[in-house]
């Protein structure tokens, strides 16, 4: 079919659509009564059933009272109104205890309007704009999107007037509502097809689905032609809810199947949609209604179909998809975080707003629209405290869970390309980076250099080097999708790490940005201190330092670097993130304690969150004291290795015993005790994490102006000559502790073998 002739088509169908919509705006504005009536035994009509919707229902009629005029004529046993003459009755005379009372439909305001004609308007706006943008694509997936649109929303729109018995209403919900749902499946199958997910655009179900389909609605349509009930079969409802599960179910079973291929952020998203929209429609209404029990009324059920839509309009528009996997995660937390406040909400909106005896269904009503409004607030709460925080909280202790992980193994590492291939490493596994580029950026020519450090084709626009221009604060960049961050600065250059898009096409999300600027930090710091450590290793190796004397003094001397690292990074910690920590920690004690109207739940998730905060301070505090251990100072060798054999002895499965003999806690300088420290810190994390000891034992003492340490484990030990060849990482931290032992010109000897355990003897001059 050519364009021109499909164009015209689709212009016949839009027409027929703004045709068909103002056919059913004309129902529902004509007045409504919802009433039915039959004559008594003594020849009065009386009242037998009011609609919910009607204008009746909003005066004080009721069921069994007595009709004795309509539209100005009276009735008696003579006279033989029509059903649709009384459902749709302007004027009302009502006799009660003799006295007649006039109602009118002009002067009632009715309530329903805004369910019955606004939303489902504002619904159908919506589809014929999203409908025109799609027809673009003139494809025949896009074809079927339109179909299921555009029926979608005409079944929607004319529920309201089938319910008020309108035959032409009727005949519009019988042919659409189920070739709509059948159209989404015809476009699953198509839009699976062209991205190569299946291998069939029809399969023989797709047809034998839609014959019964076919069967359904000529069903339908005799029992509305030819029978006197003229009503919509529960066998629709039935078929709409089977094609609609199936949908659900195909998609399901689809992203099983491509779990891991770069379609399965778009198929969450597809179901997503498809859940939200048609679940509530199904499970309070649809199910209940054939069932006989009390049901939630469609077109408030119809409300959520408002997610069709938008969410096929985002899918549609945008080239990044949202996060799916983080969105699901964190609307689960935050719908457990909103179940009590929104039941308590729900239970006061429904007490006091609603008084007849619907009041189950509208109390359910009231939690799931309360439950998402908490759900998108909450997102949004995230989402501008991400945006905001620093500047007007100065919050900085966002850090991540596994922070305390990645600084340790920062400890280790001791070279600079070391350091960047570490933190590369761990931004493809964290982020999922798809491509990763490092960038000089020279202050005084402003002359860009690239490198690409992990994959390729990343595309480097113009515009990043004005932003690099305008960076002074260091913070995170983002350009296009893309995040870059400054690692660090050496005279006049900045060096910049910029992450192109993820694997799986999704945006970074705020946890995985807040990672970043963390981690960043950390490595900006590590980066600083090995270029100058690396600065004085070349210095001496300039001048040709080769003595066995002076290989001790420069061992010492890295290892004092090292402990000045620490004594940094402790400090940074102690004076921001701990500080902070404990003013937010005691503004919450205060709230809790002087806010008196703070309910027992509040109240409860409040000491919560400060025992949480309690917590989190003690463990910067123990991770400031390893890496900074002011107690050496204060109190000594001995009571500082008494503190932390404690501490070690509450965290690891082995048991623990020290003695120490006749030790002096003065010494001349301080490198000796805090080597000392250092040692026998590494050797019981050592037991801890490769030996699978259950008994450590630790014997010091002194004599001759010497400090002995005898160590010794049950563990599995090790081979000496593995050890010897340093092959193994394993055994990388014990070399370290002889090269600090060696550069104290002290002496250790390591006795072990396999199955064995260890013993280590160290000899160490005051």
Same mark, same amino acid.
């Given at each position: 079919?050519?364009? +021109?002739?499909?164009?015209?088509?689709?212009?016949?169908?839009?027409?027929?659509?703004?045709?068909?919509?103002?056919?059913?705006?004309?129902?529902?504005?004509?007045?409504?009564?919802?009433?039915?009536?039959?004559?008594?035994?003594?020849?009065?009509?009386?009242?037998?059933?009011?609609?919910?919707?009607?204008?009746?229902?909003?005066?004080?009629?009721?069921?069994?009272?007595?009709?004795?005029?309509?539209?100005?004529?009276?009735?008696? @046993?003579?006279?033989?109104?029509?059903?649709?003459?009384?459902?749709?009755?302007?004027?009302?005379?009502?006799?009660?205890?003799?006295?007649?009372?006039?109602?009118?439909?002009?002067?009632? +305001?009715?309530?329903?309007?805004?369910?019955?004609?606004?939303?489902?308007?504002?619904?159908?706006?919506?589809?014929?704009?999203?409908?025109?943008?799609?027809?673009?694509?003139?494809?025949?997936?896009?074809?079927?999107?339109?179909?299921?649109?555009?029926?979608?929303?005409?079944?929607?729109? @004319?529920?309201?007037?089938?319910?008020?018995?309108?035959?032409?209403?009727?005949?519009?919900?019988?042919?659409?509502?189920?070739?709509?749902?059948?159209?989404?499946?015809?476009?699953?199958?198509?839009?699976?097809?062209?991205?190569?997910?299946?291998?069939?655009?029809?399969?023989?179900?797709?047809?034998?689905?839609?014959?019964?389909?076919?069967?359904?609605?000529?069903?339908?349509?005799?029992?509305?032609?030819?029978?006197?009930?003229?009503?919509?079969?529960?066998?629709?409802?039935?078929?709409?809810?089977?094609?609609?599960? /199936?949908?659900?179910?195909?998609?399901?079973?689809?992203?099983?199947?491509?779990?891991?291929?770069?379609?399965?952020?778009?198929?969450?998203?597809?179901?997503?949609?498809?859940?939200?929209?048609?679940?509530?429609?199904?499970?309070?209404?649809?199910?209940?209604?054939?069932?006989?029990?009390?049901?939630?009324?469609?077109?408030?059920?119809?409300?959520?179909?408002?997610?069709?839509?938008?969410?096929?309009?985002?899918?549609?528009?945008?080239?990044?998809?949202?996060?799916?996997?983080?969105?699901?995660?964190?609307?689960?937390?935050?719908?457990?975080?909103?179940?009590?406040?929104?039941?308590?909400?729900?239970?006061?909106?429904?007490?006091?707003?609603?008084?007849?005896?619907?009041?189950?269904?509208?109390?359910?009503?009231?939690?799931?629209?309360?439950?998402?409004?908490?759900?998108?607030?909450?997102?949004?709460?995230?989402?501008?405290?991400?945006?905001?925080?620093?500047?007007?909280?100065?919050?900085?202790?966002?850090?991540?869970?596994?922070?305390?992980?990645?600084?340790?193994?920062?400890?280790?590492?001791?070279?600079?390309?070391?350091?960047?291939?570490?933190?590369?490493?761990?931004?493809?596994?964290?982020?999922?980076?798809?491509?990763?580029?490092?960038?000089?950026?020279?202050?005084?020519?402003?002359?860009?250099?690239?490198?690409?450090?992990?994959?390729?084709?990343?595309?480097?626009?113009?515009?990043?080097?004005?932003?690099?221009?305008?960076?002074?604060?260091?913070?995170?960049?983002?350009?296009?999708?893309?995040?870059?961050?400054?690692?660090?600065?050496?005279?006049?250059?900045?060096?910049?790490?910029?992450?192109?898009?993820?694997?799986?096409?999704?945006?970074?999300?705020?946890?995985?940005?807040?990672?970043?600027?963390?981690?960043?930090?950390? &490595?900006?710091?590590?980066?600083?201190?090995?270029?100058?450590?690396?600065?004085?290793?070349?210095?001496?190796?300039?001048?040709?330092?080769?003595?066995?004397?002076?290989?001790?003094?420069?061992?010492?001397?890295?290892?004092?670097?090292?402990? +000045?690292?620490?004594?940094?990074?402790?400090?940074?910690?102690?004076?921001?993130?701990?500080?902070?920590?404990?003013?937010?920690?005691?503004?919450?004690?205060?709230?809790?304690?002087?806010? +008196?109207?703070?309910?027992?739940?509040?109240?409860?998730?409040?000491?919560?969150?400060?025992?949480?905060?309690?917590?989190?301070?003690?463990?910067?505090?123990?991770?400031?004291?390893?890496?900074?251990?002011?107690?050496?100072?204060?109190?000594?060798?001995?009571?500082?290795?008494?503190?932390?054999?404690?501490?070690?002895?509450?965290?690891?499965? /082995?048991?623990?015993?020290?003695?120490?003999?006749?030790?002096?806690?003065?010494?001349?300088?301080?490198?000796?005790?805090?080597?000392?420290?250092?040692?026998?810190?590494?050797?019981?994390?050592?037991?801890?994490?490769?030996?699978?000891?259950?008994?450590?034992?630790?014997?010091?003492?002194?004599?001759?102006?010497?400090?002995?340490?005898?160590?010794?484990?049950?563990?599995?030990?090790?081979?000496?000559?593995?050890?010897?060849?340093?092959?193994?990482?394993?055994?990388?931290?014990? @070399?370290?502790?002889?090269?600090?032992?060696?550069?104290?010109?002290?002496?250790?000897?390591?006795?072990?073998?396999?199955?064995?355990?260890?013993? &280590?003897?160290?000899?160490?001059?005051?």
């Amino acid at each position: 079919m050519n364009i +021109k002739k499909s164009t015209i088509i689709f212009s016949l169908v839009l027409i027929s659509f703004i045709f068909l919509h103002g056919y059913i705006l004309m129902i529902l504005e004509k007045p409504y009564s919802g009433i039915s009536a039959s004559l008594d035994s003594k020849g009065n009509y009386v009242i037998t059933k009011i609609s919910k919707v009607g204008w009746v229902s909003y005066t004080g009629i009721q069921t069994g009272d007595t009709l004795k005029e309509m539209n100005g004529e009276k009735l008696n @046993s003579d006279s033989s109104p029509t059903r649709e003459a009384f459902s749709f009755a302007k004027e009302l005379a009502i006799e009660k205890n003799g006295f007649l009372s006039y109602y009118k439909a002009s002067g009632i +305001k009715l309530k329903s309007s805004l369910y019955e004609i606004y939303i489902p308007v504002i619904f159908s706006i919506l589809v014929l704009l999203l409908s025109i943008f799609i027809y673009q694509k003139h494809s025949l997936t896009a074809n079927y999107l339109i179909g299921f649109l555009l029926a979608t929303s005409l079944s929607y729109s @004319s529920s309201a007037a089938s319910g008020r018995g309108d035959f032409g209403a009727k005949l519009i919900l019988v042919l659409l509502i189920q070739p709509g749902v059948l159209l989404f499946v015809y476009f699953l199958y198509s839009v699976f097809f062209d991205k190569q997910i299946i291998k069939e655009r029809f399969p023989a179900f797709l047809k034998v689905t839609t014959l019964l389909t076919f069967v359904t609605i000529m069903i339908n349509l005799y029992s509305l032609f030819f029978t006197a009930v003229h009503q919509v079969s529960s066998v629709t409802l039935v078929s709409f809810i089977i094609i609609i599960i /199936y949908s659900i179910c195909f998609l399901i079973y689809t992203y099983i199947k491509k779990k891991d291929s770069v379609h399965e952020p778009f198929l969450k998203w597809m179901i997503v949609i498809k859940v939200i929209a048609f679940s509530p429609f199904i499970f309070f209404h649809a199910i209940p209604y054939i069932l006989g029990w009390p049901y939630l009324v469609d077109d408030i059920a119809g409300l959520f179909l408002f997610v069709i839509p938008l969410g096929y309009c985002y899918l549609l528009m945008t080239k990044q998809l949202l996060d799916i996997d983080f969105i699901i995660s964190k609307g689960r937390y935050y719908a457990f975080l909103s179940l009590v406040p929104t039941f308590l909400i729900s239970l006061l909106v429904t007490g006091i707003a609603n008084q007849d005896n619907n009041s189950f269904s509208r109390f359910l009503l009231n939690f799931i629209l309360i439950l998402i409004f908490n759900i998108l607030f909450l997102f949004l709460k995230e989402k501008v405290d991400f945006s905001f925080r620093n500047q007007l909280f100065q919050d900085k202790t966002n850090l991540t869970q596994s922070i305390d992980q990645f600084t340790q193994k920062l400890s280790s590492i001791m070279k600079q390309d070391e350091l960047e291939s570490f933190f590369v490493h761990e931004i493809i596994k964290a982020l999922q980076a798809e491509n990763i580029i490092l960038i000089d950026y020279n202050l005084e020519n402003t002359i860009l250099r690239t490198k690409e450090v992990y994959g390729n084709n990343f595309k480097i626009y113009k515009q990043i080097k004005w932003i690099l221009q305008n960076d002074s604060a260091g913070t995170l960049l983002e350009y296009k999708g893309l995040i870059g961050i400054q690692l660090y600065k050496i005279g006049q250059q900045k060096t910049y790490i910029w992450i192109g898009q993820k694997k799986n096409n999704t945006r970074f999300n705020i946890n995985e940005k807040t990672w970043m600027i963390t981690t960043a930090k950390y &490595v900006r710091l590590v980066y600083e201190n090995l270029f100058a450590v690396n600065s004085l290793i070349q210095s001496l190796e300039k001048q040709q330092v080769q003595e066995q004397s002076s290989s001790a003094s420069l061992s010492r001397l890295l290892f004092q670097l090292s402990e +000045k690292e620490r004594r940094k990074l402790a400090s940074d910690l102690h004076d921001s993130a701990l500080q902070d920590q404990i003013i937010w920690y005691r503004k919450l004690e205060n709230l809790i304690t002087e806010n +008196k109207d703070l309910s027992k739940e509040t109240e409860t998730e409040l000491s919560k969150i400060k025992n949480g905060m309690v917590d989190v301070i003690n463990q910067i505090r123990h991770t400031c004291n390893e890496l900074r251990p002011n107690l050496l100072l204060e109190a000594g060798l001995t009571q500082s290795l008494q503190e932390l054999f404690s501490n070690i002895q509450l965290r690891v499965k /082995y048991t623990l015993d020290y003695e120490f003999d006749q030790i002096q806690d003065t010494f001349d300088n301080f490198n000796t005790p805090i080597s000392i420290y250092r040692i026998l810190q590494e050797l019981l994390n050592n037991a801890d994490k490769h030996s699978d000891a259950t008994n450590v034992a630790i014997h010091m003492w002194e004599d001759n102006q010497r400090l002995h340490i005898d160590y010794r484990d049950n563990g599995k030990g090790f081979n000496l000559e593995i050890f010897n060849k340093q092959t193994n990482h394993i055994h990388m931290g014990l @070399s370290g502790l002889k090269e600090r032992i060696l550069s104290l010109h002290g002496k250790v000897e390591f006795i072990s073998a396999e199955g064995q355990g260890l013993q &280590v003897h160290i000899t160490l001059p005051r």
